[in-house]
């Protein structure tokens, strides 16, 4: 399909794009390489249709085509989930949480989160986003070293009592218990929200403990270990509020929904659906319990001490680096990390003292434990070595090593 490209400006960009995600080990735990067929939906005959509305019942003509396309991502997501209810339109995590909420609770109600700095994320109320600025939120946060108290929430849930408690994580490496996290809202009369977006391939896979037997809403990203387009779904066992989150999304939160992201979708779930898929999702998980074990060995504090799931976060203020600096050095190697604020940090987000290290995409590429050892080293090198690196020689030795793993097209 890129051959087609006729923009010559553009089309240099993407084909720089793509020489640059080959040969970069891409160890941000928020990325993954999603397949041929699941980049070919984005660019169908689908991304001109207008279809406001919901297979059945749309403001324009033309949707005989459209409907069917939506209830195949519908059915394949209930299938993958073991859901009844699904609304496959949001655009965003963003946009799918804001519709959550708006489902379930009105302007000014009160909302129990993990805070942004401790590993929550901007729509779970940061004052900077809609979430923070619409809605009263307070946060609990993670012990000193990392884990979620599930006394404290308890414990500030009847202080505060929230209307939603939600449960879901940007940077926390370790088992959620959501059926802990159902009981508290029960005790407190709230709605359990689980944002799943970065699990939701290993609970899919069955990888993880099932929020839906729990909560009330689940949303989740599609692009993150579900390994689809970029987008958002919201899911739920309950009729009634079913119905809210169908209005909230439209014409509450979106106007037209992105059919031919929707196709994407609705290839990525039937992906999903293959028990390869699931062997993927172990070997996710395997690949990131050896690098924390392997970077533990070289010297690195691991938030929590280790991770249960496809990330994990290095508290890096024994070497003397701050995350930006670290992330800058390793992204000059060929090495994509994001930086992490660690529970307590004295440092501002910009700044921060650790960086998150995820293994979705390296296990896409095919990487397993005995690779992982040579990106342990890498990291091991170039942060130890930083004041006398030498650049060239290092970032050429990553390309080399990871150009060996091409980025698939196709997941067998
Ligand atoms: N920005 C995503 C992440 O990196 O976790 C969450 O939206």
């Not at 579900?226 to 509450?252: C, H, W, Y």
């Amino acid at each position: 399909m890129i051959k087609e490209i006729k923009d010559k400006e553009v089309l240099s960009l993407i084909e720089q794009e793509k020489e640059r995600e080959n040969k970069t080990i891409n160890l941000i735990a928020s990325e993954n390489y999603s397949s041929l067929d699941v980049r070919n939906a984005e660019t169908s005959f689908f991304i001109n249709k207008y279809a406001e509305g919901y297979p059945g019942k749309r403001y324009y003509s033309g949707c005989i085509y459209t409907d069917k396309i939506e209830n195949l991502a519908i059915e394949r997501c209930k299938n993958l989930f073991n859901v009844k209810y699904v609304n496959v339109q949001p655009h965003s995590g963003s946009q799918a949480n804001m519709a959550a909420y708006f489902s379930l609770i009105k302007p000014k109600d009160k909302i129990l989160s993990l805070s942004l700095d401790n590993g929550g994320h901007l729509t779970h109320g940061s004052p900077v986003n809609f979430s923070g600025q619409l809605f009263n939120f307070d946060h609990y946060s993670l012990t000193k070293d990392g884990f979620l108290d599930y006394d404290q929430i308890l414990s500030i849930a009847k202080k505060f009592k929230p209307k939603v408690i939600v449960a879901g994580y940007s940077a926390y490496s370790r088992t959620i218990d959501f059926k802990k996290f159902r009981e508290i809202a029960d005790i407190v009369g709230a709605f359990l929200l689980s944002d799943i977006s970065h699990i939701s391939g290993l609970i899919a896979s069955n990888v993880h403990p099932d929020p839906f037997k729990y909560s009330h809403i689940v949303t989740s990203t599609t692009h993150k270990t579900l390994r689809g387009p970029r987008g958002a779904v919201i899911m739920t066992n309950d009729s009634d509020i079913f119905e809210n989150i169908q209005k909230s999304v439209f014409p509450g939160v979106q106007g037209g929904p992105l059919e031919n992201v929707i196709a994407s979708k609705a290839i990525a779930f039937g992906e999903d659906l293959k028990d390869s898929f699931k062997s993927y999702s172990r070997d996710i998980i395997a690949n990131s319990k050896y690098l924390v074990e392997a970077l533990q060995v070289r010297g690195f504090n691991i938030v929590s001490g280790g991770s249960d799931n496809h990330l994990f976060v290095i508290d890096l203020r024994n070497f003397d680096i701050t995350g930006k600096e670290a992330q800058d050095l390793l992204e000059l190697c060929n090495i994509n990390v994001s930086k992490s604020l660690i529970p307590y940090d004295k440092n501002k987000p910009w700044i921060a003292s650790g960086i998150r290290l995820g293994t979705p995409a390296i296990t896409s590429r095919g990487l397993k434990t005995r690779e992982v050892e040579k990106v342990a080293d890498f990291i091991e090198q170039i942060i130890k070595t930083r004041k006398k690196i030498d650049i060239k020689k290092i970032s050429t030795e990553v390309e080399d090593f990871i150009t060996k793993f091409p980025i698939p097209d196709y997941y067998v």
